[in-house]
């Protein structure tokens, strides 16, 4: 399926309102970028889109050796008996409670404590994965422990690699990057990664992370770090920003929006309505690449957490 197509497709989608809050698409077929939309150039916060790309960099940290295993012991809390990166990296573990990060993220505190505080043992009771912010922030954590600057390793064997030059990422009061979102990139930069992510394929099957049935917010089953459907590998923020990766073609989609949401307001600006770019994708730009007249809609439950 030719690129132009695709990205002609979605873009007449920018027109219906339920779309007005997205700012740039892009398509790749792994040969050629192409980019549209009303502000093609700008940069945003990606959110959960970050946590795939922690969940990189925890692979490459395992191909260096800074982790030896998935089965490695969390090292970056003093109590925290039985973490492990498997499971936070699959979103396996237990929780008190699920840590505000965005409260976290407003002061100038450590947020480590708090997160160890809300941490509980074992893996989520019910086999579920539990969808929390504050795993992929204990990630990053504990790459910034063992190499030193997780910002520098993400960036040296990540960002870098995929071919993403200048770029924002909001840190901790301790200078760590936050594991789970807060980002920014533009829509090149996403269609870098999932261009990366795409090539990877084999090796982003989560393995050892089985996967469980479907959960909240993209109601897919989750593993490593990716949301994952039928023939999708999707890393997806709130908001709607997403790269898609259409597995038996390689091809790769991204969009990115304007939320308009600040800590300081704890607001949004998202139009009434608002549909993710996976819909858009699925509704406009998977069935042409499935062959189909119709594609999939995920459930209704865009407004998930950041």
């Known amino acids: 399926m ?3 197509r695709l990205l002609a497709a979605c873009e007449s989608a920018l027109l219906r309102p339920e779309h ?7 398509v790749s077929d792994g040969t050629r970028r192409l980019v549209a939309g009303p502000d093609p150039d700008a940069t945003g916060d990606v959110f959960s889109v970050t946590k795939s790309v922690t969940a990189t960099a925890v692979r490459a940290a395992l191909a260096d050796g800074v982790l030896a295993s998935l089965d490695d012991p969390l090292t970056v809390l003093d109590r925290a008996p039985g973490v492990t990166v498997h499971r936070l990296l699959c979103m396996r573990q237990a929780w008190r409670e699920d840590p505000d990060m965005d409260a976290l993220a407003g002061t100038a505190a450590d947020p480590l404590p708090a997160i160890g505080a809300a ?41 870098a690699p995929a071919g993403v030059g200048e770029h924002e990422w909001e840190r901790d009061a301790t200078g760590a990057p936050w594991g789970h979102a807060h980002l920014h990139l533009g ?10 992510w795409a090539a990877a394929r084999p090796d982003l099957h989560p393995g050892t992370c089985a996967l469980g049935p479907p959960v909240a917010p993209e109601h897919l089953a989750y593993g490593g770090g990716f949301w994952h459907g039928e023939d999708v590998l999707l890393a997806a923020g709130w908001g709607g920003q997403c790269v898609l990766v259409h597995l038996p073609t390689g091809t790769v989609l991204a969009a990115l929006t304007r ?6 307001s704890g607001t949004d600006t998202l139009p009434s309505g608002w549909a993710s770019g996976r819909r858009l994708f699925e509704e406009h730009a998977l069935p042409l690449l499935r062959g189909s007249p119709a594609g999939h809609r995920p459930a ?7």
Do not use: Q
């Open 2 to 4: 030719r690129p132009e």
């Open 20 to 26: 007005a809050h997205v700012v740039a698409l892009g």
């Open 119 to 159: 941490l509980a043992s074992g893996t989520a009771a019910d086999g579920r994965p539990r969808y929390v912010n504050a795993a992929a922030h204990l990630l990053v954590r504990e790459l910034d422990a063992r190499t030193g600057s997780a910002a520098g390793y993400l960036s040296r064997r990540v960002l």
């Open 187 to 196: 829509i090149a930069d996403l269609l870098l990664l999932g261009e990366t």
């Open 259 to 264: 939320t308009g949401w600040t800590r300081e």
């Open 300 to 306: 209704d439950d865009e407004r998930g957490t950041r």
